[in-house]
């Protein structure tokens, strides 16, 4: 009995030395502190009741020259130079040979519609790289510009922060943080160990995109860091919140106070930050000089719902669906020792073959036993697939040899190039075609690059991986895993309608895609703009019919963009 009192007197000696002060703190921080949503009315340094998005023009110019005078506007403080010499000696430091040589690659498909230029893109590109060059190079050390809080210059900025996930995650969603800067003239920057710099090109000439490694970001230092913060939710004193947020946002709109944030974070994950995709949270957004991006999940599909954002969009991507395509193709380029190793593969793999065929096979199970049924199903939906749409001809059976007529296909040759994780498929396809006759007269040869068992997220990986993507971007038919960001970057740089190899179910074996467009993975499809009654709670196909829920065999839940009319599509029927 001793013993158990003196074991719980130490219990509640722990209790009240630890727990009972941080409790106190929690509720004297509360309520002795004044709620920034709650303060008298100042006249400056606050939330503007009514802001604007800043690039909505006059009703002369059109959207791609209110854009363009917004992101020139943002850059006519500064008297940067920069001339020819400048940029050569750049491009001499960063070579890109992919910028001019990538487009190319894909004008030798038979069977697909060459990319047309989009010469406003281009311009509002070099414009945009215009602001980045002139912001970083007149602020200098950027740590110390945030650290000291100058309100000097007219510069804002978007850091997206990357990490903990494969390439086709990293690229997608840095590709729509990268519209999205574009749109709101914010200079953005990625941390250094992203290692997106190991495999992709510096997209803005005479700057560059990465942040100093010594940027002090959220997460890192204050309350969030600790676990009673993150426990309470306390809220960083310098980076807030979405929720914070949208508290300022509603109180400002009842005719409060609010104090403007100087820094903001988003995340980009599940659950969705739904307000983000509403006019009124941009421009509130806009007042913030910084934000901060962060998660996992591409979003620029949604971006064309942003009533302010939409006219400027359309006028730049006459076809919604093919928005990531240009983008790709435009800024995230291989570095030349990646693309040097793409170029020798593309050679070794697809010269002197007649049909490229690309299968992409990602397994989401953990288990043994998931593996095991998932691959047994997936080779078996992969057959099926390319039997029934005929994208491979089918093998002759041992005693039919010799007997077939000829097609006017005869002895062509079918390149099949498989990439997975494992060896299961590539191996059921090579006992189906090794030195066996086929039902036309064709010689399928299959190939596997690597086979790592798991996924890596080094360097090394993203260099293989950025390699084996733009490779299957080459084919002329594609079959992809359903949710990979892997097939899908393959799928869009390409401006390949893909078909999906169904892995859950035994009903079907495969699903054509409606678009060459990646999904928004378990986005909302009903706008969430509370001071917007004309479209809050509206489903946002209905103002926005070209953004389509994904097919069951992706995401139901997801959002993505097809093309404007449904009519033309992008890549023919095979």
């Known amino acids: 009995m001793v013993t158990g009192m003196k074991g719980s007197n130490r219990k509640w000696g722990l209790f009240r030395y630890l727990v009972v002060p941080a409790f106190l703190l929690l509720f004297f921080s509360f309520t002795l502190s004044p709620s920034p949503f709650e303060l008298p009315n100042p006249q400056d340094n606050g939330f503007h009741a009514n802001p604007t998005v800043s690039f909505v023009g006059e009703a002369s110019e059109s959207p791609v020259q209110a854009l363009i005078g917004a992101i020139r506007s943002a850059t006519t403080f500064s008297n940067v130079s920069f001339n020819d010499a400048d940029a050569k000696i750049w491009r001499s430091h960063n070579s890109c040979a992919a910028r001019t040589e990538l487009g190319p690659r894909y004008a030798r498909k038979p069977h697909t519609k060459p990319l047309d230029p989009n010469p406003q893109w281009d311009l509002v590109l070099e414009e945009y790289a215009a602001l980045h060059r002139t912001c970083m190079r007149s602020i200098g050390d950027i740590t110390e510009f945030f650290r000291t809080g100058t309100a000097t210059s007219s510069c804002k900025f978007l850091i997206m922060e990357l990490g903990g996930v494969g390439l086709g995650n990293k690229v997608s969603l840095l590709t729509s943080a990268v519209l999205y800067a574009v749109l709101t003239q914010r200079v953005i920057l990625i941390n250094t160990w992203s290692l997106i710099s190991s495999t ?24 969030e860091s600790t676990f009673l913060g993150r426990l309470t939710g306390l809220e960083d004193p310098v980076w807030k919140s979405s929720r914070y947020f949208e508290k300022g946002v509603d109180a400002t709109k009842r005719g409060k106070y609010v104090p403007t944030p100087s820094a903001m974070k988003v995340e980009f994950s599940d659950p969705e930050v739904t307000r983000f995709y509403c006019d009124t949270e941009q421009a509130f957004l806009a007042e913030a000089t910084w934000l901060h991006f962060t998660g996992c999940l591409y979003f620029l599909p949604k971006l064309f719902a942003v009533p302010a954002f939409r006219p400027a969009l359309e006028a ?17 380029l291989p570095r030349d020792n990646v693309w040097q190793q793409v170029k020798e593969h593309d050679i070794a793999l697809f010269a002197n073959v007649d049909t490229r065929v690309g299968i992409q096979v990602r397994f989401l199970y953990g288990r ?23 994208i491979l001809p089918g093998a002759v059976r041992e005693d039919e040899r010799g007997i077939g007529s000829r097609t006017a296909r005869s002895g062509q040759v079918i390149r099949v190039f498989v990439t997975s994780l494992h060896t299961a498929l590539s191996e059921e396809l090579l006992r189906m075609y090794d030195k066996q006759e086929t039902t036309t007269g064709e010689t399928v040869m299959v190939t596997q690059l690597t086979h790592r068992g798991k996924q890596g997220f080094g360097s090394d990986d993203d260099v293989m991986a950025m390699i084996e993507i733009l490779l299957l971007s080459f084919v002329d038919k594609l079959l992809i895993t359903p949710l990979s960001t892997f097939g899908g970057l393959a799928q869009a740089y390409g401006a390949i309608i893909p078909w999906f190899v169904e892995m859950k179910k035994n009903s079907v074996s495969c699903t054509r895609a409606q678009t060459p467009d990646l999904c928004y993975q378990m986005a909302y499809a009903y706008y969430d703009c509370p001071h917007e009654r004309n479209i809050h709670r509206g489903k946002i196909q209905k103002t926005v019919p070209y953004i389509r829920q994904c097919l069951s065999v992706e995401e139901s839940a997801g959002l993505q963009l097809v093309p404007s009319n449904l009519s033309s599509k992008w890549t023919s029927d095979l």
């Open 200 to 223: 992709m090109c510096e997209p803005f000439l005479g700057s560059s995109w990465l942040l100093d490694q010594r940027f002090p970001l959220p997460g890192r230092h204050g309350p």
């Open 316 to 332: 730049l991507f006459p076809d919604p669906s093919l928005t990531f395509t240009y983008l790709l193709r435009s800024l995230m």
């Open 368 to 390: 043994k036993v998931y593996f095991e049924r998932a691959s047994k199903r997936a080779n078996k939906h992969v057959k099926q697939c390319i039997s029934e749409n005929n």
